[in-house]
T-cell receptor, first 117, second 112 residues
Framework: AQKVTQAQTEISVVEKEDVTLDCVYE???????LFWYKQPPSGELVFLIR??????QNEISGRYSWNFQKSTSSFNFTITASQVVDSAVYFC??????????????FGKGTHLIIQP | EAGVTQSPTHLIKTRGQQATLRCSPI?????VYWYQQALGLGLQFLLW???????NRGNFPPRFSGRQFPNYSSELNVNALELEDSALYLC???????????FGAGTRLSVL
């Protein structure tokens, strides 16, 4: 069975600080996808990134960066120079490649990020 | 390009009634997923529809059902509502080529 663990329930930082959200996953599949989504108070899940299990390259997009380490089954998300607009709940998710997504996404419990001005 | 749209935004029902939630996928997407986000339970996979057929369901009772129409829009029906069905129901659509699910804003169902 697949499992995603986000151990940090809530993180509060002051604006402009860097913050890292942790994600650890478990799967028996050799081919899988990892995702990060952002859920602002409006409720809609906003897609941020997808990472294929074969691609361990880290990725940077503006102030956002992701560190994928297969050896530790982790897919951490860092926000550099945080801003108040980054305040939201962030979810890490896992999907097996086999079966075409039949089991849907397996989500972690989410990390509530609060950026204080 | 329009995103995933869900209606209604809010729905209030009483215990025992039936609820119908609707979802329109992104144009060109043929797969629709439904998820339940209940307080304390997190986001849980409910149903997957693709090309008009139910392909898989999560660990939910049969009173959660739905369908997908020829235009790929989808409907989620919840029969014999129980108080614990109160939750945010999110719909997502996925295209054929990319394994990325894009979500709508959800329907907040309150069962009184």
């Amino acid at each position: 069975a697949q499992k995603v663990t986000q151990a940090q329930t809530e993180i509060s930082v002051v604006e402009k600080e860097d913050v890292t959200l942790d994600c650890v996953y478990e799967t028996r599949d050799t081919t899988y996808y990892l995702f990060w989504y952002k859920q602002p108070p409006s409720g809609e899940l906003v897609f941020l990134i997808r990472r294929n299990s074969f691609d361990e390259q880290n990725e940077i997009s503006g102030r956002y960066s992701w560190n994928f380490q297969k050896s530790t089954s982790s897919f951490n998300f860092t926000i550099t120079a945080s801003q108040v607009v980054d305040s939201a709940v962030y979810f890490c998710a896992l999907s097996e490649a086999r079966g075409g997504g039949a089991d849907g996404l397996t989500f972690g419990k989410g990390t509530h990020l609060i950026i204080q001005p | 390009e329009a995103g995933v749209t869900q209606s209604p935004t809010h729905l209030i029902k009483t215990r025992g009634q039936q609820a119908t939630l609707r979802c329109s996928p992104i144009s060109g997407h043929t797969s629709v997923y439904w998820y339940q986000q209940a307080l304390g339970l997190g986001l849980q996979f409910l149903l997957w529809y693709d090309e008009g057929e139910e392909r898989n369901r999560g660990n939910f009772p049969p009173r959660f059902s739905g369908r997908q129409f020829p235009n790929y829009s989808s409907e989620l029906n919840v029969n014999a509502l129980e108080l614990e069905d109160s939750a945010l129901y999110l719909c997502a659509s996925r295209g054929v080529s990319k394994n990325i699910q894009y979500f709508g804003a959800g329907t907040r169902l309150s069962v009184l």
